[in-house]
């Protein structure tokens, strides 16, 4: 596998509030407020990730759209340079489910196309969980690499 440089594309920026799923995933209360985000991650020009993020709105005080976007280098970089939050440790559990509609049109796939879905979460020192995101990767060019190590 050659290196590419992945070109990521925002496509969505959101505030809400969390579910039960996705606050016991990341160790907060049912309804605190979260920022929603998806990306489309394209790898030589072509789609190949879709990320959905979910994070605690407490962990990134006055991150939006603007700051998000024009941020140097990678999310967790983000969290590191602006909120002095490191990511140690991810945790993720892989699954194979068909593309729905919507991830079919954004990868630019036939639907139900057979895809590689990540859910990982992201911790901090102590255990704390940062970052949920939920991945859709089209696998049939490219493979899945994870070598993420705190340093």
């Not at 962990?59 to 490191?86: H, K, S």
Request: proline share 5%; no cysteine; charged share 30%.
């Amino acid at each position: 596998g050659r290196k590419e440089t992945p070109e990521t594309q925002l496509l969505a920026f959101s505030r809400g509030r969390a579910d039960a799923d996705e606050a016991a995933r990341l160790a907060i209360a049912r309804g605190d407020r979260v920022l929603r985000i998806r990306n489309l991650l394209r790898l030589s020009g072509d789609p190949v990730v879709i990320d959905d993020i979910v994070i605690a709105a407490q962990l990134v005080p006055g991150l939006d759209e603007a700051g998000f976007g024009a941020r140097d280098g990678t999310i967790y970089g983000l969290y590191q340079a602006r909120y002095g939050i490191n990511v140690i440790r991810i945790s993720e559990r892989l699954s194979a489910p068909r593309a729905d509609r919507e991830s079919a049109r954004l990868l630019a796939l036939p639907d139900a196309t057979p895809l590689l879905r990540i859910a990982r979460i992201a911790y901090t020192y102590h255990d704390r969980p940062v970052e949920l995101r939920y991945s859709l990767v089209d696998t049939s060019e490219h493979e899945y690499v994870n070598d993420h190590v705190k340093q």
